[in-house]
């Protein structure tokens, strides 16, 4: 078992229903965050997948990521999303995470990490992000002729 295939299994228990279980799920993702803080070599995957272990772990915990302003927004999420998702085996908050990481530029530094989850996955990304923003005209809807 890799890594991500651990770390797959850990995202799906600490969203399992019962007291118990997300107790037990807590001190796994605990533990495992300590472990991979330990692991000598480093990788943006490894990071990523680190700053997604925590932010669960934050939901887990009913707790507001405490470095960072952050504001909530609840959505529903059209069944084409969801099966998209399902289909890619992500989870839509990651997408919606990743997206809103790269239109705004937000960097994830490894030794200074943000415990939202948030932050950009390149400048690739980042580009192509703020392309389909202006592409649709967002700056624009709301600015006077």
């Known amino acids: 078992m890799t890594v991500n ?20 799920a807590e001190d796994i993702a ?6 991979i803080e330990q692991v000598p070599w480093a990788s943006a995957e490894l990071d990523r997948r680190k700053a997604q272990v925590g932010q669960q772990l934050l939901r887990l915990r009913g707790a507001k990521p405490q470095n960072v302003d952050t504001r909530k927004a ?3 999420l059209p069944p084409e999303f969801i099966c998209l ?3 890619d085996q992500v989870q ?16 994830n530094w490894s030794n200074n990490p943000r415990t939202d989850g948030y932050g950009s996955n390149g400048s ?5 992000a703020e392309e389909y923003y202006e592409r649709v005209g967002y ?7």
């Open 5 to 24: 295939d651990f770390i797959n299994d850990l995202v799906k228990v600490l969203t399992a229903e019962g007291a118990e279980a997300r107790m037990a």
């Open 30 to 35: 605990a533990d495992l965050l300590i472990w």
């Open 74 to 76: 609840t959505i529903w």
């Open 85 to 87: 998702c399902a289909r």
């Open 92 to 107: 839509p908050e990651d997408v919606l995470r990743g997206f809103i990481g790269d239109l705004c530029g937000i960097m």
């Open 124 to 128: 690739d990304e980042r580009r192509m």
């Open 139 to 145: 700056p624009w809807f709301h600015r006077d002729p």
